[in-house]
Nanobody
Framework: QVQLVESGGGLVQTGGSLRLSCAAS????????MAWFRRAPAKEREFVAAISRNGITYYSDSVKGRFTISRDNAKNTMYLQMNSLKPEDTAVYYCAARKYWVITTSAYDYWGQGTQVTVSS
């Protein structure tokens, strides 16, 4: 089992920044591909960004150039630096983990509880 806990969400104005963290415990963090997803009100959950075990990154077109995903295997933590935030980024953000291989669909094995990000216009 892998336990994931997100933090860092909050309320920010358009154009502002936030950094989300995802702390993992329970297994060897470096064995897992990690990802961020989000779910906006009345919308389906969508892929935001992912990072492989060795640091290769993937982004959705909607956040490319504004968000940066990273991981610190020594701290068992993944991050999402979000810059130039827009109202349409408002959502609950979830971190996810799966053994070995990164994917950009939602077929991840472990999920956090989510953290709310609200961007005011």
């Amino acid at each position: 089992q892998v336990q994931l806990v997100e933090s860092g969400g909050g309320l920010v104005q358009t154009g502002g920044s936030l950094r989300l963290s995802c702390a993992a415990s329970g297994r060897t963090f470096s064995d897992y591909a990690m990802a961020w997803f989000r779910r906006a009100p009345a919308k389906e959950r969508e892929f935001v960004a992912a990072i492989s075990r060795n640091g290769i990154t993937y982004y959705s077109d909607s956040v490319k150039g504004r968000f940066t995903i990273s991981r610190d295997n020594a701290k068992n933590t993944m991050y999402l630096q979000m810059n130039s935030l827009k109202p349409e980024d408002t959502a609950v953000y979830y971190c996810a983990a799966r053994k070995y291989w990164v994917i950009t669909t939602s077929a991840y094995d472990y999920w956090g509880q989510g953290t709310q990000v609200t961007v005011s216009s």
